[in-house]
C-alpha cells in the first residue's frame, strides 16, 4: 500500500529504515493537502524479520496535493511502519504492516499474536457483535488465476465479519486486462471503489507492483511461481494446532517445489522457529530453487534433499504433499509427465508415519495423495483448508482496524 505518511529515514548496515510509523483511519472529512504541504517519500517494507538489518523495499514519491486518496466513507488511511522492533503485545496498535505481499514480512512475535487472533475469529458467531466489525468496508478479490479456497475464503471471511465483497473471479479474460489495460492502471482504478484489494496474478511479483501502486492494502493472494503467504501463514497454524508444537519439528515439502509458491512460502516461515529441519523430495525437473536453499542456510536452518518420500515420511511430523502443476510447463507436456506420479502419498506412506504425524496439501489435488487416505485422522488437508478462513479473517480485521 502506497504510504499516506511523511517520515525520514535511517541507514543500518546499509538497509533504509522507516523509525516511527503513524496510522490515521477515522471517520472525518479531511483536506490531504493540509496534512501534508509537500510530496512525501515512502518505502514499502517487505523483508523477513522486522528487525533484520537487509530490508527489501519499494520506493516511491507521492505528491499529496495531486494523489492524496480520500478513503471511502471519508476516511483518510496513512500508514508506515515502525521497524526498531516487534513488541510482544500489539493489542490496541496498528498492524505493523501496510499489506501482505511474502512471508519474509513477518516474525515470530507477529506471527504468534495473528495466530491468537485467528483463535478469535474461530469463536465468532452468526449475528454477534464480533461478525459485524467490517460492516461498511468492501474488499475487491481480483483474480487473474482460477482459485476455489483461497478467493472463496477471502470473501468469506470478508462476509462473516460484516463487510462486503466486488468480485473478479478471472480477471485475465474477463476484465480490461484482455484489453490491454496495465496491472497498475486496474489497481489505481479497484482503489476508488474498495478498502483493501485481494490480488492473485500469473506473474511473480506482481502483488508487489500492486502494493507499490495502491494507497489501499493489498493482499497476495498467489503470484505465479513466486509466493503465497496466507496459504503459509495458515500452514504454519494448522501445524501448531496439529502437532502443538513449531520448535523442534521436521518438515517433508513434496512435488513440485520449483513452481510451488506455497512450499517456498512456508520454508520462509518455518525459517523463524528453533530446530525446525526441512526435507525437500521431488522429481528433479522441479527441484526446489536454489535461492529458498541458500536463504534456509543463512539462517541456520537444516535442509536435505532426498528421493525416498517412506523414509523421509516416517521421520517427519508433517508430509506436505503439493500436486505438479502442468499449468507452469507451458508446451513441455514430456517434462510433466516426466515428474507427474512419482511421489504419491498412499496407504503404504501413512504405514511408515509416525502416529501424531499429519498429511498436509495446500489443494487441489490430482493423483499425488489417494482418496483413501483420507479417512486417516492424520489427513488433515480438509481441516488446513478450513483454517484458512479464521486467518483471512484476522488478516482482514488487522489490516483495517489494526490490533
Known amino acids: ?148 479456497r483461497t478467493r472463496l475464503s477471502f470473501e468469506s471471511a470478508m462476509k462473516r465479519l460484516g463487510g462486503e465483497v466486488l468480485t473478479t473471479e478471472n480477471a485475465r479474460e474477463f476484465s480490461s486486462a484482455a484489453k490491454g489495460e496495465t496491472l497498475e492502471d486496474t489497481i489505481r482504478t479497484i482503489e476508488g471503489y474498495s478498502d483493501i484489494i485481494v490480488m492473485r496474478h500469473f506473474e511473480s511479483g506482481a502483488a508487489r507492483r500492486a502494493a507499490a501502486t495502491a494507497s489501499i492494502p493489498v493482499i497476495n493472494a498467489g503470484d505465479g511461481p513466486g509466493q503465497h503467504p496466507t496459504q503459509a501463514l495458515l500452514d504454519v497454524y494448522t501445524i501448531e494446532r496439529e502437532i502443538g508444537k513449531l520448535d523442534g519439528i521436521k518438515v517433508g515439502l513434496v512435488g513440485d517445489l520449483a513452481n510451488g509458491r506455497t512450499v517456498r512460502s512456508l520454508a520462509y516461515l518455518l525459517s523463524k522457529y528453533q530446530d525446525v529441519k526441512i526435507y525437500f523430495v521431488s522429481p528433479e525437473v522441479v527441484k526446489m530453487k536454489d535461492d529458498i536453499k541458500e536463504y534456509l542456510t543463512s539462517k541456520g536452518v537444516e535442509w536435505e534433499e532426498s528421493t525416498d518420500l517412506m523414509e523421509v515420511a516416517s521421520k517427519c511430523d508433517v508430509v506436505y504433499q503439493t500436486r505438479i502443476q502442468r499449468e507452469r510447463f507451458g508446451a513441455r507436456i514430456d517434462l510433466y509427465e516426466e515428474a507427474r506420479g512419482k511421489y504419491i502419498v498412499d496407504r503404504d506412506v501413512l504405514g511408515v508415519m509416525q502416529k501424531h504425524a499429519v498429511v498436509m496439501h495446500p489443494l487441489p489435488r490430482l493423483d499425488e495423495i489417494t482418496v483413501d487416505v483420507d479417512s486417516d485422522p492424520r489427513a488433515a488437508y480438509f481441516r488446513q483448508a478450513k483454517n484458512g478462513l479464521f486467518i483471512r479473517m484476522a488478516l482482514l480485521k488487522l489490516l483495517l482496524l489494526g490490533w
Open 1 to 148: 500500500m502506497a504510504s499516506s505518511s511523511s517520515f525520514s529515514t535511517c541507514t543500518l548496515h546499509g538497509a533504509s529504515y522507516a523509525p516511527k510509523a503513524i496510522k490515521c483511519h477515522g471517520e472525518f472529512m479531511c483536506n490531504s493537502s493540509s496534512f501534508f504541504k509537500q510530496s512525501s517519500h515512502s518505502k514499502l517494507i517487505a523483508e523477513s524479520d522486522l528487525t533484520h538489518p537487509r530490508v527489501l523495499h519499494i520506493e516511491k514519491s507521492i505528491n499529496w496535493e495531486q494523489s492524496g486518496r480520500l478513503l471511502s466513507r471519508n476516511r483518510v488511511h496513512s500508514q508506515a511502519l515502525d521497524t526498531e522492533s516487534a513488541p510482544s503485545s500489539f493489542v490496541g496498535n496498528n498492524f505493523q504492516l501496510d499489506d501482505v505481499i511474502e512471508a519474509q514480512q513477518f516474525n515470530r512475535d507477529i506471527l504468534s499474536a495473528i495466530f491468537e487472533v485467528a483463535r478469535e475469529m474461530e469463536k465468532i458467531e452468526k449475528k454477534s457483535p464480533g461478525s459485524q466489525i467490517l460492516k461498511g468496508y468492501l474488499m475487491a478479490t481480483l483474480f487473474y488465476e482460477p482459485s476455489t
